[in-house]
């Protein structure tokens, strides 16, 4: 993982949002035409990718919430595919 990547800023692609689905207690990426069902650690990333923190400080938060550590490597790679599926702008 290059430095570069971990000072990259995340944020939602605009046509996307996060919403928690209390009815069935998951939490659900929409996207027009498409809902997305998230996994509480994918929910975790997305839902701190708002364009103000780095990976470097998605990662750190992430690891203090989930009492986690070497997190990087799997943070990079989920922000890669959710970029690469046009759910995430990384900057």
Do not use: Y
């Not at 470097?56 to 799997?74: C, I, K, M, S, Y």
Request: glycine share 6%; with cysteine; charged share 25%.
């Amino acid at each position: 993982m290059d430095e570069n990547d971990l000072m990259a800023t995340p944020r939602l692609a605009t046509k996307a949002m996060l919403k928690h689905d209390s009815v069935r207690d998951v939490e659900l990426l929409l996207l027009p035409e498409r809902v997305v069902l998230l996994n509480k650690s994918g929910a975790a990333i997305l839902g701190l990718c708002d364009g103000s923190r780095t990976v470097r400080e998605v990662v750190v938060q992430l690891e203090a919430e989930f009492d986690a550590t070497d997190l990087a490597g799997d943070v990079m790679t989920f922000l890669r595919d959710a970029s690469g599926r046009g759910w995430v702008v990384v900057s």
